[in-house]
């Protein structure tokens, strides 16, 4: 047997050369001066040399041990060099299947039934908080607790219910994973009660005294700050949509601004609705624009009519407004007066409180149902059974008018916001 005085006194010779140790195993020493360690083994009648690596890399007791491994695969009927380079194989497949890899391919499988919107919210949560963390790593390595370490992560800056979303979406990455034989169980169902509960959801606050509602309108209007903020905020008041739509509103979803019936189309991929809904033209947004809702339009307009959203953000142009703009002004409005009292979505809620309790004084049997539409809340059609974006048109313009009216008073033209 070897030992490794011997291996260090041996000098390279004209041709190369070997010194054997036992079991078949030699190291193969070339003219150059290279040491490699090899076995020669046989399978069946046919001889063969398996390569274990160069000396001082792999050493004595390193290439024995690599020996003897392969003689125990031998005595199972297994060919070590067919092992060998099945494993290299293996090396290569986990090389090529990292997290991120199989997460981007999970992800285009499922885009064509999520809409763009949605779509691009669940690449950008991976890409800001788990491809970072885990994104390198083979997707048959992330283990429970690599995985929940990224999460806790998220949890620190106080976004628990982001992550108990990103969870869910990494829990659809492995089981893609698992189904296309990359890995075997799934590190995201295991770690889901281990993640802070969710917050408990509550109603958003909203002041119903119609007095206070153009109190409210007034102290905002005469905060220092941007006028597009104000005017996103006036326009929120006079339609109660979303503060998504108002934020994602785009000049080419505006219709006949200088005609009889000024309308804006909001497309089916901004309404908050079910992902299959989302892709149907047919559960698109109506909203009549009365006068003072065209009058916001054509006021900021000089602002941002060359820019693709109406209400751009501070910051990035061509991005849309923070989600916060509005509720910020509505806090700081009467120096905190409204603050846990109104908030953005709280015009929606001072809109049908109000309005449903005009119609019980002065409104139609149906007005309910219109009431329903101009929010958005989808009411199929008694007839046929089916949601029809257009259903009371008229009797909508004529509330829309009497909302107007009961809000604005004797509020300045949108226009006088520009000079403020």
Known sequence: MLTNVEIKKAQPREKAYKLSDSGGLFLLISPSGHRSWRLKYRVGPKEKLLTFGSYPDVSLSTAREKRDEAKRLLREGRDPSVEKKVAAAQRAFSADHTFEAV?????????PRWSAHHARNVIESMEDDLFPAIGALPVADVTEALLLQALRKVEGRGAIETAHRIRQRASGVFAYAAAGGLRTGDPAAVIK????????????????????????????????GSPITKLAHRLVALTAVRSAVQRHCKWDQLEGLDGPNPTWRIPAATMK????????????HIVPLVPAAVEIFETIRNLTGNLPYVFPNAWRSHQPMSENAV???????????YYKRHTTHGWRSSFSTIMNEWRR?????????????????????????????????????????????????AMPEARTLLRA
Request: charged fraction near 35%; glycine fraction near 4%; charge should be negative.
């Open 103 to 111: 997460a981007r391919a999970w992800h285009e499988l499922n885009q």
């Open 327 to 337: 509720r910020k002004l509505i806090i700081t409005a009467g120096r905190e007066r």
């Open 193 to 224: 009660s281990l993640l802070k509960p969710k917050p408990k959801s509550t109603k958003q606050p909203a002041i119903t005294d119609i007095d206070e509602l153009r109190q409210l309108m007034r102290d905002a209007e005469a905060e220092p």
């Open 273 to 284: 609705l079910s992902l299959e809904r989302k892709d149907d033209e047919a559960f698109e």
């Open 361 to 409: 004084q002065h409104g139609r049997a149906d007005d309910r149902e219109v009431i329903n539409l101009m929010l958005a809340h989808v009411v199929e059609d008694k007839v046929e059974g089916a949601y029809n974006r257009a259903a009371h048109m008229d009797r909508r313009w004529e509330l829309a008018r009497v909302w107007s009216d009961l809000l604005m008073g």
